[in-house]
Every structure is written in structure tokens, then in C-alpha cells.
């Protein structure tokens, strides 16, 4: 999950929708990274991973976080590469990565921070920065 519009708040609120949304839900710390390909004046992300435990089938639970990004005022129009209030990606569901981590380097934070999962595919972004840690 990610955040460079008002990052605090949103990513405090998200944490509140997660735990309401499933059952378990535990956070990793809290990483700064840089806005990549968003220009100069582009404010840096906040970024956290989530690990969920729910019922839920991977397209549910996507729809779901799409969801609450439109909740917190995530506007898709304009393309991707802009800021945003929240940005919320299903990456990882059942030790099967989803989409490609390096598609996401505005939201990068090291998988291992939270538990130990199956390590990404190995390749790096050129882009990414090492991140500051910041909570």
C-alpha cells in the first residue's frame, strides 16, 4: 500500500479499512521511497506491505481494495504514472506473486520486512532508490 498525497492519513486509514475487511491482518513498518516517473516536484511515497488472512478469492479481494482506493478519492483518470491518495496492490496471494513487483517501483518495501515470502522475481528496477525508513 502506498500513498503520496496526504500519505499519513491515508495510510492510516487504509490500515483501518484492511482490519476491517479481514479478520487478520499484520503491517510491516513503514517506508519512504521516491516518486518515480512522476517528475521533479512529485511528492515521495509512503509505502508499507499487508499480510491478510481472509476467505476471500484473489479477484474479490482486488476488487475490494480497488474498492477502498475509490473510497479515499484514488482518481484513475490522467493515467498511471501521477500521484495518488492511496494505491493498494494485491501482489502476492497463496505464495503466488500476482503481477510484476517491478511494475510497482513507487511502492517498493522488502517483501521479508513482514514475514518471510517467497522471494520476487530477480531483477531491479534501475529507478529505485534505497528506501529510508521512517517509522
Not at 510491516?28 to 512522476?38: I, L, Q
Not at 478469492?57 to 483518470?77: M, P, T, V
Not at 513482514?114 to 522471494?119: G, K
Amino acid at each position: 500500500m502506498g500513498s503520496n498525497i496526504e500519505p499519513e492519513r491515508h495510510l492510516v486509514a487504509a490500515a483501518r479499512a484492511l482490519r476491517r475487511l479481514a479478520p487478520t491482518v499484520r503491517f510491516s513498518r513503514v517506508y519512504r521511497t521516491a516518486a518515480v516517473g512522476m517528475g521533479e516536484d512529485a511528492a515521495d511515497f509512503l509505502n508499507a506491505c499487508a499480510l491478510l488472512v481472509t476467505g476471500e478469492d484473489a479477484d474479490r479481494l482486488s476488487c475490494r481494495l480497488k474498492g477502498i482506493e475509490q473510497a479515499h478519492g484514488r482518481d484513475r483518470s490522467g493515467g498511471s504514472w501521477r500521484p495518488r491518495t492511496l494505491d493498494l496492490d494485491l501482489m502476492l496471494f497463496d505464495d503466488r506473486w500476482l503481477e510484476d513487483v517491478m511494475a510497482h517501483p513507487h511502492c517498493f518495501v522488502p517483501a521479508g520486512e513482514l514475514v518471510r515470502l517467497p522471494a520476487p522475481p530477480p531483477a531491479r528496477h534501475a529507478a529505485i532508490t534505497p528506501v529510508e525508513l521512517i517509522l
